[in-house]
């Protein structure tokens, strides 16, 4: 797959799992100073790792929460939440991984993201 097959797939891959508002968002905010930092992330993030047959969807979306609560990283985390819901995960599902993280995060961050997780899943019901 050369660069442009590879932004293509990557840009598809990123609608489905962040949906097409932040997407859209994301790239019309693009400026002279982010745009190669956007090509980077739509190519490597979305059209090589969350692309790659290892994993499924909601197995990388279980990592990506992991990684997100131990960075504490809240609007990323939000942003993760809602596609972890379209990758299929369950709000069970959701609420094991934050327990998870929890033991190995540190409860201070663990009871960010469960505050952040009840926002997004109440607004997604």
């Keep these: 797959m050369d660069d442009a097959q590879r932004a293509a797939h990557g840009m598809a891959v990123r609608r489905e799992v962040l949906g097409d508002a932040h997407v859209d968002r994301a790239v019309a905010g693009t400026t002279p100073v982010t745009a190669e930092f956007q090509d980077f992330l739509t190519r490597y993030a979305w059209g090589e790792i969350w692309s790659r047959p290892g994993l499924s969807r ?34 069970d599902q959701i609420r094991e991984v ?21 926002r997004v899943l109440s607004e997604a019901s």
């Design 58 to 91: 909601p197995e990388r979306s279980m990592i990506t929460l992991t990684a997100l609560v131990v960075l504490r990283q809240d609007e990323e985390l939000a942003l993760h939440l809602r596609g972890a819901l379209r990758n299929g995960l369950t709000p």
């Design 98 to 118: 934050l327990l998870q993280a929890a033991v190995y995060a540190g409860v201070p961050a663990a009871n960010r993201a469960f505050a952040i997780a009840a």
